[in-house]
């Protein structure tokens, strides 16, 4: 059975394009183009995951994110960006979403990244992996899980391959591990940058308004 | 504009809008069809009949309502003007003649600066140059002018010839100071606006040099990009060409471009790989982790990244090519990665081997290094390093 997907983006040029090329992969089951219709249908549809747009009025894709996580935890978000905003894509991060890839992406790497959300890993674009590397750099500041706010120095070589346009794959070859072990790897990041209370991550974000 | 006759109206009320004091003399002037000046004058030359003009002033404002009116009436009719001028001026003899005048010098001289004034800064008048200049500025208003400059000019002597008997002071003298005085009261309006023109004109200018840099900017960039997606029929091609414009844009627009001059390598990374996207049209995909100024020793590390792009971009035979910085402390490193076609470090064609031997011969000349690694069918990946 394909993979249930729903499309949120205010640009429609974008949206119909996307759909073109992801209809033959998944179940496209509906796509919005604003905030409020996006939330009711994926509450509606249950789609499995959700394709969501950062910039957007009315709360952006972050909106999107919390307004669905609040009743359906289950509902995986995919964020799809044009902006490089750091700091727009770390608070989606933050808000519960999975992975972050630019627009550009490749049309293939596009629905690979649909069916890794889907399996509960998290999808980091080289530009992502940049974004956190920079987030975490520096002294760690006693806290009370510092656990959580900093990145061993396993996950500092994945993302740094990842940044340097590597997939999964060719990372765990490169690191004599296996594809599984990138995967813990790239998801126990996740988990550090949406539960960090590094104060340095907002810092960061803010002094990179635009990136 | 079409002169039209308004009625008399004995409508008498007080003006809210354009008043001096109350909008006693505008409301009058509203119901006598004439400029508001003239009434005002009127008021200025009574009252130095032993105050009669404050006392009319205080009556009028008693008697009368304030009306909002949508705007004063435009006066037009120069024959009731004068006919008005020549009423008020027989009612001002009447009442010398009757011996109420308190002085005459006072009251004449009164009477020829408010009139005078009014005559020169009536909207209507040409102003001095316009009417010297333009053959075609209407003889009323010309007629107007020399009155009004006749009868300050009248005023004034009598003011000086007053004061001089007064203080004993030379007349000539006080005439030339307060002829100059006269002149920079009824000239200063119309030098006023000159000079607003100017400035007016000026910013007009600013705004349309800023148009005209912002259409130069949108046609050196995005309408000649326009053109050239229009002629491609080559998505590839098109799809590198809206990307490059894209980041342009954005960079002009948010002002990521450094204005003058570069002084970050992040920066200086992300436009040589700009350059590299638009010569050879392959997708560099940059990330940046840490920054660090532009010395000598980074400026070598920018030109050596340049030059492995270069490479990438011409014999790896990939659609995609990567690009990662990461300042660490003292340390700086880059990485120019493709999945193309790689090669045997062994066996390089001698072109080839030139550029990357100038890569090393770049690097090490500052003391960095340079580590190239390729599988051939899988790619090449070059690392630069400075370590302090």
């Known amino acids: ?211 | 504009m079409q002169p039209t006759a308004t009625a008399w109206s004995l409508d008498l009320h007080r003006r809210r809008s354009d008043r001096v004091v109350a909008g006693v003399a505008g409301g009058i002037a509203d119901s006598l069809g004439v400029r508001d000046g003239y009434v005002r004058a009127a008021f200025v030359t009574l009252l130095t009949i032993w105050g009669l003009g404050g006392l009319l002033y205080l009556l009028f404002w008693l008697a009368t309502y304030e009306k909002v009116e949508d705007r004063p009436n435009d006066p037009v009719e120069n024959i009731r003007a004068i006919g008005l001028g020549i009423s008020f001026t027989g009612l001002l003899f009447l009442l010398g003649a009757v011996g109420l005048w308190p002085s005459a010098v006072v009251v004449l001289t009164a009477a020829a600066l408010s009139f005078g004034t009014a005559a020169l800064t009536d909207p209507s008048s040409p102003g001095p140059f316009a009417a010297l200049m333009n053959p075609e500025v209407e003889k009323v208003g010309k007629a107007r002018l020399v009155l009004g400059i006749g009868l300050l000019a009248g005023g004034i002597i009598m003011f000086s010839a007053a004061i001089g008997q007064v203080f004993e002071l030379s007349v000539v003298f006080l005439a030339v100071f307060l002829t100059g005085l006269g002149v920079f009261v009824a000239f200063g309006p119309w030098v006023r606006r000159l000079l607003g023109d100017l400035s007016a004109e000026r910013s007009e200018r600013i705004r349309q040099e800023e148009r005209a840099e912002v259409a130069a900017h949108l046609h050196d960039s995005v309408l000649q990009t326009l053109a050239l997606i229009q002629r491609s029929d080559d998505p590839q091609r098109m799809a590198m060409l809206a990307r490059h414009q894209e980041s342009e844009l954005r960079d002009w627009l948010y002002g990521t471009a450094p204005l003058d001059g570069v002084d970050l390598v992040s920066t200086a990374l992300k436009q040589a790989a700009a350059r590299v996207e638009s010569d050879f049209q392959i997708p560099i995909d940059v990330v940046t982790v840490g920054d660090v100024a532009i010395d000598e020793r980074t400026r070598a590390l920018v030109f050596a990244a340049a030059e492995a792009m270069v490479n990438a971009a011409k014999h790896s035979e990939v659609d995609r090519i990567s690009l990662y910085l990461e300042v660490e402390g003292d340390e700086v490193q880059v990485y120019v990665t493709d999945q193309g076609r790689g090669f045997d470090l062994e066996q390089v064609p001698s072109d080839r081997k030139g550029i990357t031997e100038s890569i090393r011969a770049r690097m090490e000349k500052v003391g960095g290094e340079v580590a190239i690694d390729s599988i051939a069918g899988e790619g090449t990946e070059v690392m630069l390093k400075l370590a302090p």
């Open chain 1, 1 to 211: 059975m394909s993979i249930k997907v729903y499309l949120v983006d205010d640009h429609r040029l974008f949206l119909s394009g996307v759909r073109a090329e992801l209809d033959s992969d998944f179940r496209i089951v509906g796509a919005a183009y604003d905030v409020d219709t996006a939330i009711d249908e994926i509450r509606a549809l249950r789609p499995a995951v959700v394709l969501v747009d950062v910039h957007m009025p009315d709360g952006g894709g972050i909106a999107v994110v919390e307004g669905v996580t609040e009743t359906n935890p289950d509902v995986k978000f995919l964020a799809l960006s044009v902006s490089d905003q750091a700091e727009d894509v770390i608070a989606m991060i933050r808000a519960g979403a999975r992975g972050y890839v630019t627009k550009t992406i490749e049309p293939d790497d596009l629905a690979d990244a649909i069916r890794r959300i889907d399996a509960g890993d998290a999808v980091f674009s080289p530009r992502l992996a940049g974004f956190v590397l920079d987030a975490f750099a520096g002294a760690i500041p006693s806290d009370d899980d510092p656990e959580l706010d900093q990145l061993t120095s396993r996950e500092k070589d994945v993302l740094r391959l990842i940044a340097r346009g590597f997939a999964y794959k060719q990372v765990a070859r490169k690191l004599n591990i296996s594809i599984k072990t990138v995967e813990t790897h790239v998801s126990s990041v996740l988990r550090k940058l949406q539960l960090s209370n590094r104060h340095e991550l907002a810092r960061w974000a803010s002094k990179r308004r635009i990136v």
